[in-house]
T-cell receptor, first 117, second 113 residues
Framework: AQSVTQLDSHVSVSEGTPVLLRCNYS??????LFWYVQHPNKGLQLLLK??????LVKGINGFEAEFKKSETSFHLTKPSAHMSDAAEYFC???????????????FGRGTSLIVHP | EAQVTQNPRYLITVTGKKLTVTCSQN?????MSWYRQDPGLGLRQIYY???????DKGDVPEGYKVSRKEKRNFPLILESPSPNQTSLYFC????????????FGQGTRLTVV
């Protein structure tokens, strides 16, 4: 069974300061992990993904995430927030499927990133 | 351009009036799914399909139907909509393998009065 917990429903930062969005997961196997971003009135866009290669993953728009198996975490970071980063962010886990099954993702509840000027 | 197209983008309807939200993808993906998004609850899966004529229930299937007669299309059907189905709906498709990401449609905002 798989699950994902986004530890903060809202994160507020000032423009130019670092961003940290926290995600913990539970998985019976070696999972694939994703971060998606959703801007207001838009669909979801992939930021980055981890699929058992390098544990530090670089994504679009300067975002990074580090897979830490010992902590079952996949936190999303960015060194310096921009106003355009204000959006909803979703952490997603996808476990090994049952025989004959498919990789079915589980979404976290989302973290709303607020960026102040 | 690879894309998932949903229609309509916005829909207001009355309780009990059947409606269909269409979803089409042009990436030849086998896996498609429907989600609803509600404040504080994130995205919850309604139904998914792993191939033509193969569909299965997700976490919140009550009140919804789907069909998968062709690979590219995966319509969501509300036979008798109720106000608690007022939500933002997303269709997604994905290629095979554990590391492939999902591609999402732009969403359909449904209001049932």
């Amino acid at each position: 069974a798989q699950s994902v917990t986004q530890l903060d429903s809202h994160v507020s930062v000032s423009e130019g300061t670092p961003v940290l969005l926290r995600c913990n997961y539970s998985s019976s196997y070696s999972p694939s992990l994703f971060w998606y971003v959703q801007h207001p009135n838009k669909g979801l866009q992939l930021l980055l993904k981890y699929t058992s290669a390098a544990t530090l993953v670089k994504g679009i728009n300067g975002f990074e995430a580090e897979f830490k198996k010992s902590e079952t975490s996949f936190h999303l970071t960015k060194p310096s927030a921009h106003m355009s980063d204000a959006a909803e962010y979703f952490c997603v886990v996808s476990d090994r499927p049952p025989p004959g099954g498919s990789y079915i993702p589980t979404f976290g509840r989302g973290t709303s990133l607020i960026v102040h000027p | 351009e690879a894309q998932v197209t949903q229609n309509p983008r916005y829909l207001i309807t009355v309780t009990g009036k059947k409606l269909t939200v269409t979803c089409s993808q042009n990436m030849n993906h086998e896996y498609m799914s429907w989600y609803r998004q509600d404040p504080g609850l994130g995205l919850r899966q309604i139904y998914y399909s792993m191939n033509v004529e193969v569909t299965d229930k997700g976490d919140v299937p009550e009140g919804y139907k789907v069909s998968r007669k062709e690979k590219r299309n995966f319509p969501l059907i509300l036979e008798s909509p109720s106000p608690n189905q007022t939500s933002l709906y997303f269709c997604a498709s994905r290629g095979p393998g554990r590391g492939t990401e999902a591609f999402f449609g732009q969403g359909t905002r449904l209001t049932v009065v």
